[in-house]
């Protein structure tokens, strides 16, 4: 099956078609997509928002993912506004050093946090497939490791971050991973129904 992707985000763009690839799935880029503004409250909603744009402005099925980290001793945050947490001009290494300063008086058994990711799949006759994934970890006391992106050199699993994982690693146990499986499983039962 062919969708179109609903990113500007390269690096994510990246693992997106990493994983949905060996799942049957071929990812379309489109690159004149309009941005489309995350207005909703949950994951789900901003990856809907997202979905809908791109069906509606190719006329192609459209996936979409929103994913955030959740850090219970910031009360959920950063959340739906990971992305754009600190400010519009942050930059990855901004806002995850903003995190750092915000947990630096937070004990270790009290960083616990996951990354949560909603994909939502919009087809043309109005189809909508929603699924999320997450993975449980913990918020690191410094940086560690030069891969992945985002929040990764934060996000520890076990002893290691996001960031010291290759990409299939992460990919094996990542929200995103997790919600993709999840998205090529409705799509396979779909398949059989349809």
């Avoid at 949905?20 to 880029?29: D, K, N, Q, Y």
């Avoid at 809908?52 to 192609?60: F, I």
């Avoid at 630096?104 to 939502?120: D, G, H, L």
């Avoid at 076990?158 to 990409?167: N, P």
Wanted: hydrophobic content about 35%; glycine content about 10%; aromatic content about 8%.
């Amino acid at each position: 099956m062919t969708f179109v992707i609903a990113t500007h985000n390269q690096k994510k763009l990246k693992e997106l078609r990493r994983i949905l690839e060996p799942l049957g799935i071929e990812p379309v880029i489109r690159d004149d997509l309009p941005e489309v503004e995350e207005t909703g409250t949950t994951f789900a909603e901003n990856a809907l928002l997202k979905a809908q744009s791109a069906c509606n402005e190719t006329g192609m099925p459209a996936v979409a993912d929103d994913s955030g980290l959740v850090i219970d001793a910031l009360n959920g945050a950063p959340g739906v506004y990971s992305a754009r947490y600190g400010g519009e001009g942050f930059t990855d290494k901004e806002r995850y050093e903003k995190v750092l300063r915000e947990m630096q008086a937070v004990p270790a058994e009290k960083r616990t946090a996951r990354f949560v990711s909603a994909v939502c799949c919009v087809f043309p006759d109005g189809k909508v497939i929603t699924v999320e994934g997450s993975c449980e970890g913990t918020i690191g006391f410094a940086p560690k490791g030069e891969g992945g992106f985002g929040y990764d050199p934060i996000f520890m699993v076990g002893t290691r971050s996001y960031a010291e994982m290759s990409a299939a690693e992460k990919d094996e146990i990542s929200h995103r991973g997790r919600a993709l499986v999840k998205l090529a499983q409705e799509l396979e039962n779909w398949k059989k129904i349809g």
